[in-house]
């Protein structure tokens, strides 16, 4: 395994609900983030957190908010959510935000989600 | 527009067989490439990073290649087993300040016996 969990593995719910994704790394890493990834679509990066701090959301709907309660857990909150956003979410944590360098990222197993 | 596309989509070998799979960037100014190994139903993981400086990089029965000129990349895979079945995808780095990384949209290989 690579260090890094998330629950739930699977989830399904109805475009009214409210549910969270949670991530936990066991690497002593400092940078997490939040990927959504689509079928036959690259990975697209929604959210970077470097030392609990935000310091990317990439134009992500307000429907999905996270959060970074301290280094090794992050949460993505879920509400109203569209048919459309049912995908692959994947959290990765690196020692620091990717520079140059070579930094990399370490990725959990994701949960698969899918919106009725 | 900073894209990365790999080729083919999906491919099928046999077990013990090779292959090489394809990665074209026109992300500029280049940091650098990586390749990730994404098994069925897990987060993809990281096989090789590579800077401008460096052509070649091996892990294990995976050589990666780079031609920063050209801006072509490629994975090559030797005496393929069952399981290297996973999809395999490029990132490519773009430098300055905190690096944005641009994901392709993989390959899936399929290795049958």
């Known amino acids: 395994e690579t260090g890094v969990t998330q629950t739930p593995r699977h989830l399904v719910m109805g475009m009214t609900n409210k549910k969270s994704l949670k991530c936990e790394q066991h690497?002593?890493?400092?940078?997490m983030y939040w990927y959504k990834q689509s079928a036959k679509k690259p990975l697209e990066l929604m959210f970077v957190?470097?030392?609990?701090?935000?310091?990317e959301n990439n134009s992500v709907p307000s429907r999905f908010s996270p959060e970074c309660p301290n280094s090794s857990h992050l949460f993505l909150h879920l509400h109203t959510l569209q048919p459309e956003d049912s995908a692959l979410y994947l959290c990765a944590s690196s020692q620091a935000r990717i520079t140059s360098g070579q930094e990399t990222q370490y990725f959990g197993p994701g949960t698969r989600l899918l919106v009725l | 527009k900073n894209q990365v596309e790999q080729s083919p989509q999906s491919l099928i070998i046999l077990e013990g067989k090779n292959c090489t799979l394809q990665c074209n960037y026109t992300v500029s100014p280049f940091s650098n490439l990586r390749w990730y190994k994404q098994d069925t139903g897990r987060g993809p993981v990281s096989l090789t990073i590579?800077?401008?400086?460096?052509n070649t990089k091996s892990n294990g029965r995976y050589t990666a290649t780079l031609d920063a000129d050209t801006k072509q990349s490629s994975l090559h895979i030797t005496a393929s087993q069952l399981s290297d079945s996973a999809s395999y995808i490029c990132?490519?780095?773009?430098?300055?300040?905190?690096?944005?990384?641009?994901f392709g949209a993989g390959t899936r290989l399929a290795v049958h016996p």
């Open positions: 590579m800077t401008f400086s460096e």
């Open positions: 690497l002593g890493h400092n940078a």
């Open positions: 990132v490519v780095s773009e430098s300055g300040g905190y690096n944005k990384l641009i």
């Open positions: 957190y470097n030392f609990k701090e935000q310091t």
